[in-house]
């Protein structure tokens, strides 16, 4: 079995209408913001990612394929019923924004419903063994969006959305799935489906995040879960610079222990870039080969806890440039394939990698964060 890559040229053509980085233009708020630019969540990252794998060969050795959308019933496992209408109809209309920095053009309903079928038919080609690992190429994002309302350019929770529906399609099975670990390495923190499985014990959450930077207000790694779920929220702020060795120290010493004692039946990663160098929306040093050693950790993880099965879901990441070698990293890896895309920035993005001073600094936070979890 290959790797999977699930995409589809339609989701490229989403879009959120007049910003400016996330500054909307025009009335009182954007009146002084010139036009153009648009938002930074751009088909140019992703479109970027496919054409490099074309480019490099490594797409031939992957299986691409696409997906129906998400139906009705799989999005009302997460979204009630009033937000899905409320959605549906401003998008048959002329479009718009029902939650903060979360805008959307007509049509965008069907294709954040595209969006969440991608992760579905990933999450369940690969518990039914259709797939050995898989990559959905999701956009919009979901990784922000709440329950009744989206936020942060994320419109329905699509990570969620794939497990509500890899649960109910696989309890009809000889080998029903229930217990999932989601890795968030994005930049931004996972508050979306941290308040979706807050409560549920069956989901592992863990979300490695800038601290502070999006939300401002949520992340904090005193939300650990609420009643029998306590223990299964687990979130690593992380001080701005933070770069490749801390990454990795953080990933080894406080996400694979508790994938360890969470044992799911499939692990997802909420695949963002934006914690990269270049990244316009975050301040952190990681590299493309940051992002090549987690994958390569998780998989490693998968192979000991759950027959390998994995499947990484594309969430934010705003650099043109350099998502697509950091992306080519990730699939090199899921893949095992020997083609490569060298990162063109490696030694410049090396040599402003945080100093020892500074690396003797974020193993103590690593090492309060450590402590504070080993408490009941």
């Not at 190429?137 to 329905?156: A, K, V, Y």
């Amino acid at each position: 079995m290959t790797t999977v890559f699930y995409t589809d040229e339609r989701l490229f053509w989403h879009h959120g209408g007049n910003y400016a980085l996330t500054l909307p233009v025009g009335g009182p708020l954007g009146a002084l913001v010139q036009p153009g630019g648009g938002l930074p969540e751009s088909p140019e990252t992703k479109r970027r990612l496919k054409n490099l794998l074309e480019v490099t060969g490594l797409l031939p050795h992957l299986s691409p394929r696409s997906a129906e959308p998400a139906t009705r019933e799989d999005l009302l496992r997460v979204h009630p019923a009033s937000y899905l209408d409320r959605f549906k109809a401003l998008s048959d209309a002329e479009g718009g924004e029902l939650g903060p920095r979360a805008p959307f053009g007509r049509g965008g309903y069907e294709l954040a419903a595209l969006s969440a079928g991608l992760a579905k038919r990933g999450l369940i080609d690969i518990l039914t063994g259709q797939a050995r690992n898989g990559y959905a190429l999701s956009r919009p994002p979901g990784h922000h969006c709440l329950p009744d309302r989206p936020n942060g350019f994320c419109l329905l929770a699509n990570i969620a959305i794939a497990i509500r529906a890899a649960q109910a399609e696989t309890a009809q099975t000889q080998t029903p799935a229930k217990r999932f670990a989601v890795i968030d390495w994005d930049v931004h923190h996972s508050n979306g489906t941290e308040a979706i499985f807050l409560d549920d014990p069956d989901i592992l959450t863990i979300s490695l995040h800038q601290d502070r930077n999006y939300p401002t207000d949520t992340g904090g790694a005193d939300v650990r879960g609420i009643g029998a779920a306590r223990g299964t929220n687990l979130n690593i702020p992380l001080p701005p610079g933070t770069g490749h060795h801390g990454y990795l120290q953080a990933f080894e010493r406080l996400v694979l222990p508790a994938l360890s004692a969470h044992k799911p039946d499939a692990i997802i990663i909420a695949c963002g870039f934006d914690a990269a160098a270049l990244d316009p929306l975050g301040r952190m040093l990681a590299t493309a080969d940051t992002f090549r050693q987690m994958t390569r950790l998780t998989m490693q993880a998968a192979d000991t806890l759950c027959d390998g099965r994995l499947l990484a879901v594309h969430e934010g990441g705003y650099s043109e440039v350099y998502v697509p070698f950091c992306g080519h990293a990730v699939l090199e890896e899921l893949s095992q394939s020997p083609i490569t895309a060298p990162d063109p920035l490696a030694a410049t993005l090396t040599a402003r990698q945080p100093d020892p001073r500074f690396d003797a600094f974020l193993t103590q936070w690593i090492d309060d964060l450590e402590s504070f979890f080993a408490t009941p």
